[in-house]
Protein backbone atom coordinates (compact mmCIF):
# COMPACT_ATOMS: atom_id res chain seq x y z
CA UNK A 1 0.00 0.00 0.00
CA UNK A 2 1.16 3.75 -0.52
CA UNK A 3 1.81 5.68 2.36
CA UNK A 4 -0.69 7.73 3.00
CA UNK A 5 -0.05 11.33 4.03
CA UNK A 6 -0.55 11.89 7.36
CA UNK A 7 -3.77 13.08 8.86
CA UNK A 8 -4.29 13.53 12.41
CA UNK A 9 -7.27 15.36 13.36
CA UNK A 10 -8.73 17.12 16.91
CA UNK A 11 -12.28 16.15 17.45
CA UNK A 12 -13.34 17.95 20.79
CA UNK A 13 -17.47 17.76 21.77
CA UNK A 14 -18.54 21.12 22.42
CA UNK A 15 -19.94 20.84 25.86
CA UNK A 16 -18.12 23.58 27.88
CA UNK A 17 -14.26 25.22 27.95
CA UNK A 18 -11.66 23.57 26.36
CA UNK A 19 -9.47 21.97 29.42
CA UNK A 20 -5.88 22.43 29.72
CA UNK A 21 -6.08 18.27 28.93
CA UNK A 22 -7.14 18.98 25.65
CA UNK A 23 -4.84 21.44 25.16
CA UNK A 24 -2.15 19.42 25.17
CA UNK A 25 -3.63 16.36 23.18
CA UNK A 26 -3.87 19.04 20.23
CA UNK A 27 -0.88 20.16 20.49
CA UNK A 28 0.85 16.40 20.34
CA UNK A 29 -1.27 16.03 17.32
CA UNK A 30 -0.05 19.56 15.73
CA UNK A 31 3.59 18.57 16.29
CA UNK A 32 2.96 15.11 15.18
CA UNK A 33 1.39 16.62 12.03
CA UNK A 34 4.07 19.24 11.09
CA UNK A 35 6.95 16.77 12.02
CA UNK A 36 5.66 14.40 9.60
CA UNK A 37 4.41 16.91 6.93
CA UNK A 38 0.75 16.31 7.36
CA UNK A 39 -2.43 17.77 8.00
CA UNK A 40 -3.88 18.55 11.41
CA UNK A 41 -8.10 18.75 10.96
CA UNK A 42 -10.42 20.11 13.57
CA UNK A 43 -13.62 18.52 13.70
CA UNK A 44 -16.45 19.06 15.76
CA UNK A 45 -18.05 16.59 17.72
CA UNK A 46 -21.19 17.87 17.98
CA UNK A 47 -24.12 14.81 17.53
CA UNK A 48 -25.20 15.15 21.67
CA UNK A 49 -26.98 17.96 21.67
CA UNK A 50 -28.49 17.08 25.34
CA UNK A 51 -24.90 18.23 26.30
CA UNK A 52 -24.16 21.18 23.60
CA UNK A 53 -22.87 24.58 25.24
CA UNK A 54 -23.04 27.76 23.01
CA UNK A 55 -20.08 29.10 22.73
CA UNK A 56 -17.39 26.29 23.31
CA UNK A 57 -16.98 26.30 19.71
CA UNK A 58 -15.71 29.52 19.35
CA UNK A 59 -13.87 29.13 22.50
CA UNK A 60 -11.58 26.36 20.77
CA UNK A 61 -11.09 28.28 18.17
CA UNK A 62 -9.96 31.58 19.90
CA UNK A 63 -7.94 29.50 22.43
CA UNK A 64 -5.83 27.61 19.53
CA UNK A 65 -5.45 31.14 17.59
CA UNK A 66 -4.05 32.40 21.13
CA UNK A 67 -1.56 29.51 21.43
CA UNK A 68 -0.36 29.86 18.14
CA UNK A 69 -1.65 25.97 17.14
CA UNK A 70 -3.31 25.94 13.60
CA UNK A 71 -5.47 24.14 11.89
CA UNK A 72 -5.02 22.77 8.20
CA UNK A 73 -8.70 21.89 7.81
CA UNK A 74 -11.83 22.87 9.84
CA UNK A 75 -15.07 24.21 10.48
CA UNK A 76 -13.93 27.86 10.45
CA UNK A 77 -11.49 27.52 7.43
CA UNK A 78 -13.10 24.43 5.41
CA UNK A 79 -11.29 22.06 3.24
CA UNK A 80 -11.92 19.14 1.25
CA UNK A 81 -13.11 16.64 3.42
CA UNK A 82 -15.96 18.87 5.24
CA UNK A 83 -18.21 20.10 6.68
CA UNK A 84 -16.35 19.58 10.33
CA UNK A 85 -19.32 20.09 12.40
CA UNK A 86 -20.79 16.54 12.94
CA UNK A 87 -24.34 18.20 12.90
CA UNK A 88 -24.07 19.19 9.53
CA UNK A 89 -22.85 15.91 8.41
CA UNK A 90 -26.37 14.19 10.18
CA UNK A 91 -27.19 12.39 6.65
CA UNK A 92 -24.14 11.39 5.93
CA UNK A 93 -24.50 8.43 8.83
CA UNK A 94 -27.41 6.23 8.57
CA UNK A 95 -26.36 4.42 5.45
CA UNK A 96 -23.45 3.31 7.45
CA UNK A 97 -25.79 2.07 9.66
CA UNK A 98 -28.18 0.62 7.31
CA UNK A 99 -24.34 -1.39 6.12
CA UNK A 100 -24.23 -3.17 9.10
CA UNK A 101 -28.02 -4.12 9.71
CA UNK A 102 -27.81 -5.16 6.39
CA UNK A 103 -24.24 -7.55 6.89
CA UNK A 104 -26.28 -8.50 10.29
CA UNK A 105 -23.57 -6.73 12.67
CA UNK A 106 -26.05 -4.80 14.26
CA UNK A 107 -29.46 -5.11 15.47
CA UNK A 108 -32.62 -2.88 16.21
CA UNK A 109 -33.81 -2.59 19.81
CA UNK A 110 -36.91 -1.66 21.20
CA UNK A 111 -36.14 -2.37 24.99
CA UNK A 112 -37.25 0.78 27.00
CA UNK A 113 -36.28 2.58 29.64
CA UNK A 114 -37.84 0.70 32.15
CA UNK A 115 -37.16 -2.52 30.43
CA UNK A 116 -33.74 -1.96 30.65
CA UNK A 117 -33.65 -0.82 34.34
CA UNK A 118 -35.54 -3.75 35.23
CA UNK A 119 -32.91 -6.25 33.90
CA UNK A 120 -30.52 -4.45 35.74
CA UNK A 121 -32.38 -4.48 38.88
CA UNK A 122 -32.70 -8.24 37.81
CA UNK A 123 -29.06 -9.18 36.68
CA UNK A 124 -26.15 -7.78 38.91
CA UNK A 125 -23.53 -6.48 36.60
CA UNK A 126 -26.03 -6.04 33.87
CA UNK A 127 -24.35 -6.05 30.05
CA UNK A 128 -26.12 -5.97 26.91
CA UNK A 129 -24.57 -8.17 25.11
CA UNK A 130 -24.19 -12.17 23.58
CA UNK A 131 -25.14 -13.21 26.93
CA UNK A 132 -28.31 -11.10 27.00
CA UNK A 133 -29.46 -10.10 24.44
CA UNK A 134 -31.66 -12.99 23.33
CA UNK A 135 -33.96 -12.09 26.47
CA UNK A 136 -34.53 -8.47 25.23
CA UNK A 137 -37.00 -7.21 22.80
CA UNK A 138 -34.73 -6.77 19.89
CA UNK A 139 -34.96 -7.87 15.88
CA UNK A 140 -32.73 -10.84 17.30
CA UNK A 141 -35.66 -11.68 18.87
CA UNK A 142 -38.63 -10.28 17.28
CA UNK A 143 -40.16 -11.85 14.27
CA UNK A 144 -39.42 -9.94 11.45
CA UNK A 145 -42.82 -8.80 10.14
CA UNK A 146 -43.44 -7.35 14.06
CA UNK A 147 -39.91 -5.36 13.69
CA UNK A 148 -41.28 -3.99 10.61
CA UNK A 149 -44.26 -2.73 11.90
CA UNK A 150 -42.75 -1.53 15.01
CA UNK A 151 -40.48 1.04 12.83
CA UNK A 152 -43.46 1.69 10.18
CA UNK A 153 -45.67 2.65 13.46
CA UNK A 154 -42.40 5.19 14.77
CA UNK A 155 -41.80 3.25 17.88
CA UNK A 156 -38.16 4.73 18.68
CA UNK A 157 -35.76 2.35 18.59
CA UNK A 158 -31.89 2.18 18.96
CA UNK A 159 -29.54 0.41 16.66
CA UNK A 160 -26.60 -1.91 18.93
CA UNK A 161 -23.83 -3.44 17.10
CA UNK A 162 -23.62 -6.92 17.35
CA UNK A 163 -20.28 -8.39 19.17
CA UNK A 164 -19.44 -11.64 18.94
CA UNK A 165 -18.19 -13.09 22.70
CA UNK A 166 -14.70 -14.58 22.96
CA UNK A 167 -12.82 -13.02 19.99
CA UNK A 168 -9.42 -11.70 20.40
CA UNK A 169 -9.19 -7.76 19.83
CA UNK A 170 -5.49 -6.42 19.90
CA UNK A 171 -5.13 -2.61 19.45
CA UNK A 172 -1.67 -1.81 18.66
CA UNK A 173 -0.85 1.51 20.60
CA UNK A 174 1.90 3.48 19.27
CA UNK A 175 2.50 4.65 23.26
CA UNK A 176 1.40 1.40 24.68
CA UNK A 177 2.30 -1.36 23.03
CA UNK A 178 -0.12 -4.47 22.54
CA UNK A 179 -2.91 -4.11 24.48
CA UNK A 180 -5.09 -7.40 24.26
CA UNK A 181 -9.12 -7.47 25.08
CA UNK A 182 -11.47 -10.21 24.74
CA UNK A 183 -14.66 -9.19 23.07
CA UNK A 184 -16.79 -10.70 26.00
CA UNK A 185 -15.98 -7.98 28.08
CA UNK A 186 -17.60 -5.24 25.78
CA UNK A 187 -20.81 -4.43 25.33
CA UNK A 188 -23.39 -4.35 22.58
CA UNK A 189 -23.10 -0.53 22.27
CA UNK A 190 -25.97 1.66 20.76
CA UNK A 191 -24.40 3.10 17.39
CA UNK A 192 -27.55 4.74 16.51
CA UNK A 193 -30.67 6.13 17.72
CA UNK A 194 -34.06 7.26 16.33
CA UNK A 195 -35.05 9.66 18.73
CA UNK A 196 -32.92 11.89 17.21
CA UNK A 197 -32.03 10.59 14.34
CA UNK A 198 -28.32 10.33 15.23
CA UNK A 199 -25.41 8.58 15.54
CA UNK A 200 -23.81 8.32 18.90
CA UNK A 201 -19.99 8.79 19.19
CA UNK A 202 -18.97 5.76 18.47
CA UNK A 203 -20.11 5.54 15.30
CA UNK A 204 -19.70 9.11 14.28
CA UNK A 205 -16.04 8.98 15.51
CA UNK A 206 -14.86 6.11 13.44
CA UNK A 207 -17.05 7.22 9.90
CA UNK A 208 -15.33 10.59 9.92
CA UNK A 209 -11.86 9.15 11.22
CA UNK A 210 -12.16 6.66 7.86
CA UNK A 211 -13.95 9.47 5.34
CA UNK A 212 -11.38 12.45 6.58
CA UNK A 213 -9.00 9.72 5.70
CA UNK A 214 -7.13 9.99 9.25
CA UNK A 215 -4.06 8.23 10.16
CA UNK A 216 -3.23 8.29 13.46
CA UNK A 217 -5.27 9.02 16.60
CA UNK A 218 -3.47 10.51 19.23
CA UNK A 219 -6.37 10.96 22.19
CA UNK A 220 -6.71 11.17 25.97
CA UNK A 221 -6.19 8.02 28.08
CA UNK A 222 -9.68 7.86 28.80
CA UNK A 223 -10.82 6.84 25.03
CA UNK A 224 -8.87 3.66 25.51
CA UNK A 225 -11.91 1.47 26.61
CA UNK A 226 -13.39 2.73 23.59
CA UNK A 227 -10.97 1.64 21.32
CA UNK A 228 -11.34 -1.93 20.97
CA UNK A 229 -15.34 -1.07 20.03
CA UNK A 230 -13.30 0.91 17.23
CA UNK A 231 -11.28 -1.50 15.92
CA UNK A 232 -14.14 -3.77 15.76
CA UNK A 233 -15.90 -1.35 13.81
CA UNK A 234 -13.43 -0.96 11.19
CA UNK A 235 -13.36 -5.03 11.03
CA UNK A 236 -17.20 -4.55 10.47
CA UNK A 237 -17.12 -1.86 7.92
CA UNK A 238 -13.88 -3.82 5.71
CA UNK A 239 -11.52 -0.32 6.68
CA UNK A 240 -9.00 -2.57 8.02
CA UNK A 241 -6.42 -1.55 5.52
CA UNK A 242 -6.79 2.59 6.26
CA UNK A 243 -7.37 1.95 10.19
CA UNK A 244 -6.16 4.39 11.56
CA UNK A 245 -3.44 3.89 14.27
CA UNK A 246 -4.03 4.84 17.60
CA UNK A 247 -2.35 6.52 20.67
CA UNK A 248 -3.08 7.28 24.30
CA UNK A 249 -1.99 9.88 25.93
CA UNK A 250 -0.99 9.47 30.03
CA UNK A 251 -3.71 11.26 31.96
CA UNK A 252 -2.73 14.88 33.51
CA UNK A 253 -2.57 14.10 37.28
CA UNK A 254 -3.07 16.24 40.07
CA UNK A 255 -0.03 18.35 41.42
CA UNK A 256 0.43 15.96 44.41
CA UNK A 257 0.26 12.98 41.96
CA UNK A 258 -2.71 11.01 43.53
CA UNK A 259 -5.32 10.47 40.44
CA UNK A 260 -6.66 12.72 37.71
CA UNK A 261 -6.75 16.59 37.26
CA UNK A 262 -9.75 18.27 37.98
CA UNK A 263 -10.98 22.16 37.69
CA UNK A 264 -11.64 21.49 41.59
CA UNK A 265 -7.56 21.59 41.93
CA UNK A 266 -7.22 24.45 39.97
CA UNK A 267 -9.89 26.27 42.36
CA UNK A 268 -8.23 24.51 45.10
CA UNK A 269 -4.49 24.94 44.62
CA UNK A 270 -5.11 28.64 42.50
CA UNK A 271 -4.16 27.93 38.98
CA UNK A 272 -6.23 28.23 36.05
CA UNK A 273 -7.78 24.57 34.02
CA UNK A 274 -8.52 26.38 30.79
CA UNK A 275 -6.60 28.70 28.06
CA UNK A 276 -9.22 31.45 28.56
CA UNK A 277 -11.37 32.81 30.87
CA UNK A 278 -14.52 31.27 30.75
CA UNK A 279 -18.28 32.27 31.07
CA UNK A 280 -20.08 30.08 31.84
CA UNK A 281 -23.51 30.59 30.17
CA UNK A 282 -25.84 28.84 31.93
CA UNK A 283 -24.80 29.78 36.06
CA UNK A 284 -22.52 33.11 34.50
CA UNK A 285 -19.76 31.97 36.85
CA UNK A 286 -16.30 33.14 35.33
CA UNK A 287 -13.61 30.88 35.45
CA UNK A 288 -9.95 32.61 34.53
CA UNK A 289 -7.82 31.46 31.85
CA UNK A 290 -3.93 30.87 31.40
CA UNK A 291 -4.15 34.27 29.05
CA UNK A 292 -5.92 36.06 31.80
CA UNK A 293 -3.49 35.00 34.77
CA UNK A 294 -0.76 37.00 32.77
CA UNK A 295 0.97 33.31 30.93
CA UNK A 296 2.58 33.74 27.70
CA UNK A 297 1.39 31.90 25.08
CA UNK A 298 4.76 29.71 24.33
CA UNK A 299 5.19 29.69 28.19
CA UNK A 300 2.43 27.26 28.63
CA UNK A 301 2.89 25.33 25.29
CA UNK A 302 6.21 24.57 26.84
CA UNK A 303 4.89 24.07 29.35
CA UNK A 304 2.46 21.55 28.49
CA UNK A 305 4.82 19.50 26.14
CA UNK A 306 6.74 18.50 28.29
CA UNK A 307 3.69 16.34 30.29
CA UNK A 308 4.44 12.88 29.18
CA UNK A 309 6.88 13.44 26.46
CA UNK A 310 10.47 13.99 26.62
CA UNK A 311 13.06 15.18 24.01
CA UNK A 312 15.17 12.26 25.12
CA UNK A 313 17.48 14.83 27.39
CA UNK A 314 17.10 17.33 30.20
CA UNK A 315 16.25 20.17 27.85
CA UNK A 316 12.89 22.45 29.02
CA UNK A 317 13.50 25.56 26.89
CA UNK A 318 11.77 24.65 23.49
CA UNK A 319 10.76 26.64 20.54
CA UNK A 320 7.97 25.03 18.41
CA UNK A 321 10.03 24.53 15.54
CA UNK A 322 12.31 22.48 17.88
CA UNK A 323 9.60 20.80 19.56
CA UNK A 324 7.94 20.21 15.76
CA UNK A 325 11.51 18.61 14.66
CA UNK A 326 11.92 16.42 17.86
CA UNK A 327 8.54 15.27 18.25
CA UNK A 328 7.71 11.65 18.26
CA UNK A 329 5.46 9.55 20.48
CA UNK A 330 8.05 6.53 20.89
CA UNK A 331 8.66 9.51 23.34
CA UNK A 332 5.73 9.58 24.58
CA UNK A 333 5.20 7.83 28.37
CA UNK A 334 2.81 5.55 29.62
CA UNK A 335 2.12 6.73 33.05
CA UNK A 336 0.45 9.81 34.40
CA UNK A 337 2.09 13.42 34.33
CA UNK A 338 1.86 15.51 37.42
CA UNK A 339 0.45 18.89 37.02
CA UNK A 340 3.31 20.68 38.44
CA UNK A 341 1.62 24.26 37.98
CA UNK A 342 4.61 25.80 40.13
CA UNK A 343 6.57 24.88 37.12
CA UNK A 344 4.25 26.70 34.82
CA UNK A 345 5.60 29.92 36.46
CA UNK A 346 8.94 29.41 36.26
CA UNK A 347 8.49 29.01 32.16
CA UNK A 348 6.39 31.85 32.13
CA UNK A 349 9.27 33.79 33.98
CA UNK A 350 11.88 32.13 31.31
CA UNK A 351 9.89 33.17 28.69
CA UNK A 352 9.72 36.80 29.82
CA UNK A 353 13.37 36.99 29.95
CA UNK A 354 13.80 35.73 26.31
CA UNK A 355 11.62 38.31 24.85
CA UNK A 356 12.89 41.78 24.09
CA UNK A 357 12.31 44.59 26.32
CA UNK A 358 10.27 46.36 23.52
CA UNK A 359 7.44 43.25 23.53
CA UNK A 360 7.38 43.24 27.36
CA UNK A 361 7.09 46.70 26.95
CA UNK A 362 4.49 46.65 24.52
CA UNK A 363 2.45 44.15 27.24
CA UNK A 364 3.29 46.01 29.88
CA UNK A 365 1.58 49.30 27.94
CA UNK A 366 -1.92 49.16 28.47
CA UNK A 367 -1.72 47.92 32.16
CA UNK A 368 -0.23 51.30 32.52
CA UNK A 369 -2.48 52.68 30.33
CA UNK A 370 -5.61 51.42 32.59
CA UNK A 371 -3.62 53.08 35.65
CA UNK A 372 -3.81 56.93 33.79
CA UNK A 373 0.10 56.28 33.87
CA UNK A 374 1.14 59.23 31.45
CA UNK A 375 4.63 57.68 29.75
CA UNK A 376 6.67 57.43 26.48
CA UNK A 377 7.61 53.69 25.28
CA UNK A 378 10.70 54.42 25.01
CA UNK A 379 10.75 55.01 28.91
CA UNK A 380 8.60 52.03 29.38
CA UNK A 381 11.51 49.56 27.66
CA UNK A 382 14.08 50.81 29.59
CA UNK A 383 12.11 50.48 33.00
CA UNK A 384 11.26 46.90 32.24
CA UNK A 385 14.97 45.91 30.81
CA UNK A 386 15.92 46.96 34.57
CA UNK A 387 13.23 44.67 36.36
CA UNK A 388 11.61 42.01 34.32
CA UNK A 389 14.31 39.67 35.62
CA UNK A 390 12.33 39.82 38.93
CA UNK A 391 8.94 39.21 37.65
CA UNK A 392 6.73 35.77 36.53
CA UNK A 393 3.96 37.60 35.19
CA UNK A 394 3.45 40.75 33.10
CA UNK A 395 0.98 42.09 35.91
CA UNK A 396 4.12 42.16 38.22
CA UNK A 397 5.75 44.71 36.65
CA UNK A 398 3.23 47.73 38.44
CA UNK A 399 4.54 45.78 42.01
CA UNK A 400 8.35 46.52 40.64
CA UNK A 401 8.04 49.26 38.67
CA UNK A 402 5.72 51.68 40.02
CA UNK A 403 7.71 54.22 41.80
CA UNK A 404 9.53 54.70 38.53
CA UNK A 405 5.85 56.66 37.41
CA UNK A 406 4.45 57.61 40.86
CA UNK A 407 7.27 59.56 43.45
CA UNK A 408 6.63 58.01 46.97
CA UNK A 409 3.62 59.43 48.77
CA UNK A 410 4.33 57.41 51.80
CA UNK A 411 7.89 56.10 53.19
CA UNK A 412 8.17 52.69 54.46
CA UNK A 413 8.62 53.16 58.04
CA UNK A 414 10.73 50.20 58.89
CA UNK A 415 13.17 51.59 56.02
CA UNK A 416 12.83 54.64 57.46
CA UNK A 417 14.09 53.41 61.16
CA UNK A 418 16.66 52.00 59.23
CA UNK A 419 18.40 53.89 57.00
CA UNK A 420 17.17 57.55 57.25
CA UNK A 421 19.48 59.13 60.02
CA UNK A 422 20.04 61.91 61.80
CA UNK A 423 21.89 63.46 59.67
CA UNK A 424 20.55 62.13 56.00
CA UNK A 425 18.64 65.83 55.59
CA UNK A 426 21.75 67.25 55.17
CA UNK A 427 23.89 64.85 53.17
CA UNK A 428 21.01 64.52 51.10
CA UNK A 429 20.60 68.50 50.73
CA UNK A 430 24.26 68.20 50.03
CA UNK A 431 23.79 65.99 47.32
CA UNK A 432 20.81 68.14 46.13
CA UNK A 433 23.64 70.61 45.00
CA UNK A 434 26.28 68.31 43.50
CA UNK A 435 23.47 66.51 41.36
CA UNK A 436 22.17 69.65 40.07
CA UNK A 437 25.51 70.60 38.67
CA UNK A 438 26.17 67.39 36.56
CA UNK A 439 25.05 68.10 33.12
CA UNK A 440 25.06 64.60 32.13
CA UNK A 441 22.41 62.68 33.63
CA UNK A 442 23.94 59.07 32.73
CA UNK A 443 24.07 56.15 34.79
CA UNK A 444 28.32 56.03 34.45
CA UNK A 445 28.69 60.14 34.82
CA UNK A 446 26.23 60.46 37.54
CA UNK A 447 27.60 57.20 39.62
CA UNK A 448 31.39 58.80 39.32
CA UNK A 449 30.19 62.01 40.63
CA UNK A 450 28.16 61.09 43.48
CA UNK A 451 31.10 57.99 44.50
CA UNK A 452 33.70 60.62 44.19
CA UNK A 453 31.97 63.30 45.90
CA UNK A 454 31.18 60.53 48.83
CA UNK A 455 34.93 59.24 48.87
CA UNK A 456 36.57 62.77 48.87
CA UNK A 457 34.32 63.71 52.25
CA UNK A 458 35.21 60.06 53.58
CA UNK A 459 31.08 59.65 54.16
CA UNK A 460 30.13 56.36 54.47
CA UNK A 461 29.01 54.94 51.10
CA UNK A 462 25.96 52.77 52.99
CA UNK A 463 24.39 55.29 54.51
CA UNK A 464 24.43 58.10 51.78
CA UNK A 465 22.86 55.21 49.21
CA UNK A 466 20.20 53.69 51.61
CA UNK A 467 19.16 57.08 52.16
CA UNK A 468 19.55 58.34 48.47
CA UNK A 469 17.23 55.24 47.40
CA UNK A 470 14.57 55.49 50.36
CA UNK A 471 13.89 58.92 48.77
CA UNK A 472 13.50 57.91 45.09
CA UNK A 473 11.70 54.71 45.84
CA UNK A 474 10.13 55.02 49.00
CA UNK A 475 11.65 51.59 50.20
CA UNK A 476 14.75 49.84 50.16
CA UNK A 477 13.63 47.60 47.23
CA UNK A 478 14.77 48.30 43.26
CA UNK A 479 16.92 48.10 40.93
CA UNK A 480 20.96 49.81 40.89
CA UNK A 481 19.94 53.12 42.10
CA UNK A 482 21.98 54.88 39.33
CA UNK A 483 20.19 52.97 36.77
CA UNK A 484 16.93 54.27 38.49
CA UNK A 485 18.38 57.89 38.92
CA UNK A 486 19.03 57.82 34.97
CA UNK A 487 15.44 57.24 34.40
CA UNK A 488 13.88 59.18 36.41
CA UNK A 489 16.03 62.00 35.07
CA UNK A 490 18.28 65.23 37.45
CA UNK A 491 14.73 67.41 37.79
CA UNK A 492 12.58 64.21 39.35
CA UNK A 493 15.47 63.26 41.13
CA UNK A 494 15.93 66.65 42.69
CA UNK A 495 12.36 66.55 43.11
CA UNK A 496 12.42 63.43 45.23
CA UNK A 497 15.14 64.30 47.49
CA UNK A 498 13.90 67.95 48.24
CA UNK A 499 10.37 66.06 49.25
CA UNK A 500 12.00 63.70 51.21
CA UNK A 501 14.46 65.87 53.23
CA UNK A 502 11.04 68.16 53.89
CA UNK A 503 8.71 65.16 54.70
CA UNK A 504 11.30 63.34 57.03
CA UNK A 505 13.07 65.98 58.61
N1 LIG B 1 -15.26 13.87 20.95
C1 LIG B 1 -14.27 13.15 21.71
C2 LIG B 1 -13.78 14.10 22.78
O1 LIG B 1 -14.50 14.97 23.13
C3 LIG B 1 -13.17 12.71 20.77
C4 LIG B 1 -12.28 11.63 21.28
C5 LIG B 1 -11.34 11.22 20.16
O2 LIG B 1 -10.36 11.95 19.96
O3 LIG B 1 -11.63 10.24 19.49
O4 LIG B 1 -12.71 14.01 23.34
Avoid at 11 to 17: D, K, L, M, Q
Avoid at 83 to 102: F, G, I
Avoid at 265 to 274: E, H, N
Amino acid sequence: MPQRKVRVRFAPSPTGPLHIGGVRTALYNYLFAKKNRGDLILRIEDTDSQRFVQGAEEYIINSFEWLGVSFDEGPHQGGKYGPYRQSERKSLYKQYVDQLLDKGLAYFAFDTAEQLEHKRNEIANFQYDASTRLAMVNSLTLPEKEVQSRIDSGQQYVVRIKIEPNQLISVNDLIRGEVNVNSSVLDDKVLYKSADNLPTYHLANIVDDHLMAITHVIRGEEWLPSTPLHVLLYRYFGWEDTMPAFSHLPLLLKPEGNGKLSKRDGDRLGFPVFPLQWADPATRAIFSGYREEGYLPEALINFLVLLGWNPGNDREILSLNEMISLFSLERCSKSGAKFDYKKSEWFNHQYIQLKSNEEIAHLFYPLLKARKVDTSLDKVIKIVGLVKERINFIDELWDQAAFFFIAPVVYDEKTVKKRWKEDSPEKMQELVVILQEIDDFSVYSVEKVVTSWIESKGYHMGNIMNAFRLALVGESKGPHIFDIIEVLGKEEVVGRLEKAIAELK
